[in-house]
């Protein structure tokens, strides 16, 4: 076997010459430019033990795909992990003389509020709990996980079916009737 036919070695090619595109893939993700540093380098990593295992596909030329894909996969759960939390503004940042919402919409926005409340007493125990804990108080899904005894994949599937039933909860609810029972406002 040559230095050319080395797997490792053309990985190191591989990585190198894609190294801009699967940082810039990494960073439309939605994670930090350093962040997107480490999704390459764990999904290289990733290629190496794939390699090992026999893993990869026989084409070489194919491996750019699944490295692409791997560094993909790493960015979202990077940011689905909360990795990412992006914070709320602070308070002194607000300008005190920004326009305040009418009074139509501040109406609207209550009766929505209202109507949110209702559906997520709709839900069952645990998806009310996921909805509270990751949504409201913005925990992890490795600690929500661990606070109902769940593990955080079964957190992120009862967040998902949750949020199904808010939606196709509050499209029943809609006041304006072009929404209303309407296929396309309940889906996810």
């Known amino acids: 076997m040559n230095e050319t036919d080395d797997p ?35 999904g290289l990593s990733t290629l190496l033990v794939m390699e090992r295992r026999g893993a990869l596909p026989a084409d070489p030329r194919e491996w750019g795909a699944v490295l692409a894909t ?22 002194d940042d607000v300008e005190p003389h920004a326009p305040v919402a009418g009074i139509d919409e501040l109406l609207s926005r209550a009766e929505e509020h209202v109507r949110l409340r209702a559906c ?11 909805v509270t804990l990751r949504m409201l108080e ?36 809609s006041p304006d009737p072009t929404t209303r029972g309407s296929p396309a406002s309940a889906s996810g």
Do not use: T
Request: net charge positive; with cysteine; hydrophobic share 50%.
């Open 8 to 42: 490792v070695v053309h990985l190191a090619r591989l990585a190198r010459s894609e190294r801009g595109a699967l940082a810039a893939l990494a960073r439309a993700e939605g994670v930090s430019p350093e962040d997107a540093v480490d999704c390459v380098q764990e």
């Open 70 to 91: 791997v560094v993909r996969n790493v960015a979202r759960n990077r940011r689905r992990r909360h990795f990412v939390a992006r914070p709320h503004d602070a308070l």
């Open 120 to 130: 997520v007493a709709e839900l069952c125990e645990i998806q009310k709990a996921v």
């Open 138 to 173: 913005e925990q992890p899904g490795e600690d929500v996980g661990a606070a109902l005894g769940i593990s955080a994949g079964h957190v992120a599937v009862l967040l998902h079916r949750a949020k199904r039933a808010l939606r196709a909860c509050m499209a029943a609810q």
